[in-house]
């Protein structure tokens, strides 16, 4: 008889997200006059840019004639979209990565969670807390956590490193070595980030105890500080040490289009084995990867009117940021984030849990945000608010806040 991973079985409850979209759809159902702004989940919300609809219009004329149709795509990925990844994304800022050192995939979301498919299960991995949720459950479901308590919602074998107001939600080395280390800058959820010099210590580390660094780095598009690095190859050493990944949905709108991508450097080795290597077959074996049409899509990001109109789409959500940020400030919350990242991180008022927060914010005033409990044991007490809403939508949630 066939059996099961019962790995699966350890993940408590169902996935955040998908429990908050329970919650908005019976409060819709049992108040079907009340209209909700969700500033919850990380979707965006402008359409696609006027050069990438022009492009996939065009590319799909192509899959019409049999001299320019395309049916499998390559399994790193087609070259000019990874030449142009490379020369705009890290030869423009002086880092030392090619065109074959990058895999493209269908979005970061996947690739952060079947990267983990090519280390062993003993390894032992370290997570910033609060912190995205696929990191952790995807590593649930390989066998590689250990037991779950769920008084203190954490996992035997997971390494958590807090990221509080105290620290100001800046991780700090774990008082035992990990194997694995996941960063993500800017940070999902806390929306905060490290100075290039901060991150190089990490580097640092992470090749002294011989640990891989899995960078996220889904949001570097919103940083606008000078000081805080757009990719963890902008620091001395990280191609013996790092693994990055990327994606086209936050900056370039694909989240229903679907496009990303993974940098793994040759000189990534464990003894003499590449781990560029295992991920190139493990591309071959269960490919990912993005059709023809999406990844022309994604070349058009690169052209000069590309990158002004997602410039331009960039600015726009950082605004409702900034509108939120003021908001929440001046109804008297304590805010964080918001500056190098589309998130705002806000403490929950009177001792209120995050859950609790969440149901008054939403029968109160109609909106829905992310409970901090979920991204971690360290998000207890804090609350989640995304800038991808539509300006109007924004501006209105800030209103009925500050009448709440």
């Known amino acids: 008889m066939f059996k099961i991973n019962d790995n699966y079985l350890k ?23 009340k ?28 899959m019409g004639k049999a001299e320019t149709f395309h049916g499998y795509a390559p399994d790193l990925g087609y070259e000019f979209l990874r030449t142009a990844i490379a020369d705009h994304d890290y030869k423009s800022r002086g ?43 995807t590593n649930v479901m390989a066998g590689r956590t250990g037991t779950y308590d769920p008084k203190a919602e954490t996992w035997s074998d997971v390494i958590y490193m807090p990221c509080t107001a105290e620290n100001n939600f800046i991780p700090e080395f774990p008082r035992e070595n990990p ?14 980030t490290i100075t290039k010099s901060q991150l190089q210590e990490w580097v640092d580390y992470a090749n002294k ?47 229903g289009t679907r496009l990303g991508f993974t940098v ?17 077959r493990r591309h071959g074996t269960k490919y990912n990867g993005a059709p023809y049409i999406i990844q022309k899509a994604g070349l058009a990001c690169y052209t000069e009117e590309g990158k002004a109109q997602l410039k331009e789409q960039v600015a726009y959500y950082m605004n409702n940021a900034r509108v939120i940020k003021e908001g929440l400030s001046n109804a008297g919350f304590t805010v964080f ?15 209120m849990t995050s859950w609790e927060f969440f149901d008054y914010l939403l029968e109160k005033g109609n909106i829905v945000g992310t409970p901090g409990s979920g991204f971690g044991p360290s998000g207890e007490g804090y609350f989640r608010l995304t800038a991808f809403g539509s300006h109007e939508n924004t501006l209105r949630a800030m209103e009925r806040i500050k009448n709440l």
């Open 11 to 33: 993940l408590p409850g169902s996935y955040l997200f998908s429990n908050i979209a329970k919650k908005v759809a019976a409060f819709q159902q049992a108040n079907p006059d």
């Open 35 to 62: 209209e909700v702004i969700k500033l919850g989940i990380g979707d965006v919300t402008l359409p696609l840019a006027p050069k990438i609809i022009d492009t996939l219009h065009e590319a799909v004329d192509e």
């Open 95 to 137: 880092c030392d990565i090619s065109a074959d050192e990058i895999f493209v995939s269908d979005g970061a979301k996947c690739d952060s969670g079947n990267i983990q498919e090519i280390f062993s299960v003993d390894n032992k991995i370290a997570v910033c807390d609060p912190v995205y949720p696929v990191y952790v459950d």
């Open 179 to 192: 194997d694995l280390i996941y960063l993500c800058i800017p940070n999902n959820p806390t929306g905060t």
């Open 209 to 255: 105890i011989g640990a891989v660094i899995i960078y996220d780095a889904a949001y570097e598009a919103y940083i606008t500080e000078e000081d805080v690095p757009h990719t963890i190859f902008e620091c001395e050493g990280a191609r013996t040490c790092a693994i990055e990944l990327r994606s086209f949905s936050k900056n370039a709108g694909f989240t």
């Open 264 to 280: 793994i450097p040759k000189d990534l080795k464990c003894g003499d084995v590449s781990l560029h290597s295992l991920w190139a």
């Open 337 to 351: 984030g918001g500056v190098n990242a589309p998130y705002i991180w806000l403490k929950t008022p009177d001792k």
